[in-house]
C-alpha cells in the first residue's frame, strides 16, 4: 500500500527558510518519478518541483533559484528546501509520486506553509 506522509510545514516569516519532507512507502523513489505541488484556496494545484526517476529535477519559474527538490533513495524520502519565502508562498503544498510510464499516482495529505510576518 502506497503512503506519501508529508511534514515540515508552518508558519514563517518572510524572507525565512522551511524544509518540507515527504516519506513514500510501498514504492521505490526509482520507480516513481516525485513531485510537490501546491494549492490555495480556489485555486488548482500548481506544480513547484519535480524530480524523474533517474533524479533530474525541474522547478517552476515562480519557485526557481529559491526552492531546491532533492531525494534519499535509501530513505524513500524527498525534500523541497524553501528560501527566500514571501506571502505568496503561503498555501498546502502536497507532495505527488507517478509510476514512471503509467498513469497511477498518489497524493500526500498536504502541509500547511503560511508565510505572514
Known amino acids: 500500500q502506497v503512503q506519501l506522509v508529508e511534514s515540515g510545514g508552518g508558519l514563517v516569516h518572510p524572507g525565512g527558510s522551511l524544509r518540507l519532507s515527504c516519506v513514500a512507502s510501498g514504492l521505490s523513489l526509482t520507480s516513481y518519478a516525485m513531485a510537490w505541488y501546491r494549492q490555495t484556496p480556489g485555486n488548482e494545484r500548481d506544480l513547484v518541483a519535480r524530480i524523474s526517476i533517474s533524479g533530474i529535477t525541474n522547478h517552476a519559474d515562480s519557485v526557481k533559484g529559491r526552492f531546491g527538490i532533492s531525494r534519499d533513495v535509501a530513505k524513500r524520502t524527498i525534500y523541497l528546501q524553501m528560501n527566500s519565502l514571501n506571502a505568496e508562498d503561503t498555501a498546502v503544498y502536497y507532495c505527488?509520486?507517478?509510476?514512471w510510464g503509467s498513469g497511477q499516482s498518489y497524493w500526500g495529505q498536504g502541509t500547511q506553509v503560511t508565510v505572514s510576518s
Open positions: 505527488h509520486a507517478q509510476l
